[in-house]
C-alpha cells in the first residue's frame, strides 16, 4: 500500500515538468501535487551548466525557477529520490529507498540519458559523461582535485562543443574528436561548421574531425589517453564522452507502457496508459515539417508539451501541434541557430548567403514555395521571423530574394502577415 496519494504525480524537474507544474496549477490549485526526480538541486537550466564550470556564471543563476517555487505551488518535493517502478494497475510508483506513492494522475518527464558507446576504457576515473548537474560537480571536482592539463572531448555535437569551450576557457589544452566530417553535424551544414570549427581554433581548441577513438587508456586507475583509429594517441588527464543523448524509457517499457525510439504519447501526451502522461526529452514528439514523431530534445517542445499535459491532467481538453526543430549554440560566442530541416530535402530550391568577410552566413530550404528549413551563423537576428514563417507554412514565394538580403524585416513581409504577426494600439504594419 502507497505511503501517500497524490492527485498528480510527476516524475522529473526540469522543463516539461515545470511547465506541468505550472500548467496544472492555472486549473486546480487544491489538488494534491509532487514532484520526485533522482536529482537533488532545485530546477535548474541545463543548458548553463558548461557556463558554470567555465566560471562565466556561478551557481545561483542555474535556477530555473525562484527557491520558493514549489512552496509556493504547493508542491511536494521529494529530490534524490529515484523512482525505480511504476505500477500502472495499482496506480503506485515506487522509489529506490523503498517508497511507494499513489497516483490519480502521472506525468513522465525524465528526459534523456547519455549515450556511452562501448569503448574499452570508459570506466577510468576521469571520464565523464555532461548532462546534468552533477556531473558539472563531479567534473568540477575532478580538476580541482587532479593536475589537468589536457582534455579530449569525444563527441563534437552541442554538448561537446560547449564543454570543450569550458575547458579550454580554463586553461585546459583540449582536442575535439568527431567521427562525423564536421562539428555540430546536426545543426549545421559544412560551410555553418566550418566557421564554427574556425572560432574554435581561434579559441585554443583543436578539432579533429573523421576521427573516431577506439580506446581510453589509463594508468592507476586514471584515464591518461585517448586512442584514434588512426592510431595516433591523445595525452589527456580528463575525458569527456558527448556523443550524444537518447530517451530515457526505462521505467515505461517496465509498466508495459508502448515505447518506440521514445515514450509513445498521442496529442494530449498521454500514453498508451490513459492516466500516465509523459512530456519532453523521453518522448516521441510530432515534427509537423516531417509530419512523423521522432524523438525532438528541445527546450521550448519539452515546455509545451508539459504545459499540454499538466492541462490534461487537470481535467482540460487541450492538443499539442508539435514543435519545429530548432538548434541554438553560440560557439565561442559565434551565434548559430538552425530551424526545422537541416539538409534540403528532394526538389527544395536552395538559397544562401555568405558575407564578404566570412563572418555572416544564411541558408534557406524552400520547397513547395515554404521555407522548410533555415540556418544563421554569426548573425542570428532574422531568426525569429524565420521561424514564424517554417511555423505558419507562409508561401514566401513573393519574397523569397529579401530572405537572404541583409535588410529582411517585418516591412519585407505581405502586409496581411505583417498584421498577423503584429497587432496594438499605435502599431501600424
Not at 505550472?22 to 530546477?43: K, M, N, Y
Not at 511507494?100 to 556511452?116: M, R, S, T
Not at 584514434?228 to 508495459?256: F, K, W, Y
Not at 504545459?307 to 482540460?316: F, H, K, L, P, S
Request: some cysteine; aromatic content about 6%.
Amino acid at each position: 500500500m502507497s505511503e501517500k496519494r497524490y492527485d498528480y504525480l510527476i516524475i522529473g524537474n526540469s522543463t516539461a515538468a515545470i511547465a506541468a507544474v505550472e500548467a496544472i496549477r492555472e486549473v486546480d490549485r487544491a489538488g494534491t501535487l509532487a514532484v520526485v526526480s533522482d536529482q537533488p538541486e532545485h530546477c535548474y537550466c541545463s543548458p548553463l551548466i558548461t557556463y558554470c564550470l567555465a566560471g562565466k556564471i556561478p551557481e545561483e543563476q542555474l535556477d530555473y525557477r525562484p527557491g520558493d517555487f514549489y512552496e509556493k505551488a504547493h508542491v511536494d518535493t521529494i529530490l534524490g529520490a529515484a523512482a525505480t517502478e511504476v505500477k500502472p494497475a495499482a496506480h503506485e510508483v515506487v522509489l529506490a529507498d523503498g517508497r511507494v506513492l499513489g497516483y490519480g494522475k502521472l506525468l513522465l518527464a525524465i528526459g534523456g540519458v547519455p549515450f556511452v558507446p562501448p569503448i574499452p576504457g570508459c570506466d577510468l576515473s576521469g571520464v565523464f559523461t555532461f548532462t546534468r548537474h552533477e556531473d558539472m560537480r563531479r567534473v568540477q571536482e575532478f580538476i580541482d582535485g587532479n593536475v589537468v592539463r589536457q582534455a579530449v572531448v569525444i563527441g563534437a555535437g552541442m554538448i561537446g562543443v560547449k564543454v570543450a569551450e569550458a575547458f579550454a576557457h580554463l586553461g585546459i589544452e583540449t582536442t575535439v574528436v568527431e567521427l562525423q566530417d564536421r562539428v555540430l553535424p546536426l545543426a549545421l551544414d559544412q560551410v555553418g561548421s566550418q566557421m564554427a570549427q574556425h572560432v574554435m581554433e581561434e579559441h585554443g581548441i583543436r578539432v579533429l574531425t573523421t576521427a573516431g577513438a577506439t580506446s581510453i587508456g589509463g594508468g592507476s586507475g586514471k584515464v591518461q589517453s585517448v586512442t584514434l583509429d588512426t592510431g595516433s594517441r591523445l595525452p589527456a588527464q580528463i575525458v569527456v564522452v558527448a556523443v550524444g543523448v537518447r530517451p530515457n524509457t526505462a521505467l515505461a517499457e517496465h509498466a508495459g507502457i508502448s515505447v518506440n525510439r521514445g515514450i509513445l504519447v498521442d496529442d494530449h501526451m498521454r500514453t498508451s496508459d490513459p492516466d500516465i502522461y509523459a512530456a519532453g526529452d523521453c518522448t516521441e514528439g510530432f515534427d509537423p515539417l516531417l509530419g512523423e514523431t521522432r524523438p525532438i530534445a528541445i527546450w521550448p517542445g519539452a515546455y509545451m508539451q508539459g504545459e499540454v499535459a499538466g492541462r490534461n491532467m487537470a481535467g482540460q481538453d487541450d492538443g499539442y501541434v508539435g514543435s519545429i526543430p530548432m538548434n541554438s549554440i553560440q560557439v565561442c560566442g559565434l551565434p548559430t541557430i538552425s530551424v526545422g530541416l537541416t539538409t534540403p530535402p528532394e526538389g527544395a530550391e536552395v538559397l544562401q548567403y555568405k558575407s564578404p568577410d566570412g563572418k555572416r552566413y544564411r541558408k534557406f530550404f524552400i520547397l513547395d514555395n515554404k521555407i522548410v528549413g533555415a540556418l544563421f551563423v554569426g548573425e542570428i537576428d532574422r531568426a525569429g521571423i524565420i521561424t514564424g514563417l517554417i511555423r505558419d507554412g507562409k508561401d514566401v514565394s513573393s519574397f523569397k530574394q529579401s530572405l537572404i538580403e541583409r535588410d529582411l524585416g517585418l516591412l519585407a513581409l505581405p502586409k496581411h502577415y505583417r498584421k498577423h504577426m503584429v497587432s496594438g494600439p499605435g502599431i501600424e504594419v
